[in-house]
């Protein structure tokens, strides 16, 4: 080696996954850490924002910076789901498979999340009759989805949005066969 020779060792970003998505302003992008994996990381800008912990049992987890909040549910056909901070409820949602629909009140807004298409790869979200966002898979081969919903709804029920649809997914896969 020379002495004016340099040799630079090149570190990837922390979380490089995220980078290889085109980011559209606006979007929160769900990245699961691997084909089997029930950690989803979620991104903005790139940017991590959201961990979504996604358990087998009756509760889940989503961690925003410091803060935990956790997801229970119960039913069978007609699934109920509670999202909890610390200290308050932050949102219920009442779900069934057939039609895909899911029906949400985080604070003072009536969310409703309906599937759409034949395969339901993705679904609207509406706030009484008008459509506010979509949820839906990026690719038929892949488990990343795109969440473009208004930046007026907190992280955690953004998040928690996705997670319903996750479930909805999971459920549905399961129903198949």
């Known amino acids: 080696m020379d002495d004016g020779e340099r040799i630079t060792i ?8 995220a980078s290889c998505l085109p980011y559209i302003d ?9 084909w089997f994996s029930r950690t989803i990381d979620f991104f903005e800008g790139g940017q991590p924002i959201a961990v979504l912990e996604h358990a087998v049992l009756r509760s889940s987890r989503i961690v925003v910076g410091e803060d935990v909040y956790t997801i229970r549910w119960r039913g069978v056909l007609r699934r109920s789901y509670v ?4 200290t308050r409820l ?6 069934t498979l057939i039609p895909p629909r899911c029906e949400v009140m985080a604070g003072d807004r009536n969310l409703t999340l309906r599937g759409v298409g034949l395969a339901r790869r993705t679904f609207r979200v509406f706030h009484g009759d008008l459509e506010i966002g ?4 990026r690719s038929l081969f892949r488990r990343d989805v795109a969440v473009d919903l208004p930046d007026s709804l907190p992280v955690p029920i953004r998040v928690f949005l996705a997670f319903l649809v996750y479930r909805f997914w999971r459920r549905r896969a399961r129903a198949a066969g």
């Open 10 to 17: 090149l570190q990837p970003p922390p979380l490089a996954v």
């Open 26 to 34: 606006g979007m929160t992008e769900a990245v699961p850490r691997s």
């Open 83 to 86: 999202l909890e901070g610390e």
């Open 90 to 95: 932050l949102a219920e949602a009442t779900a």
């Open 134 to 137: 979509t949820i839906r898979r």
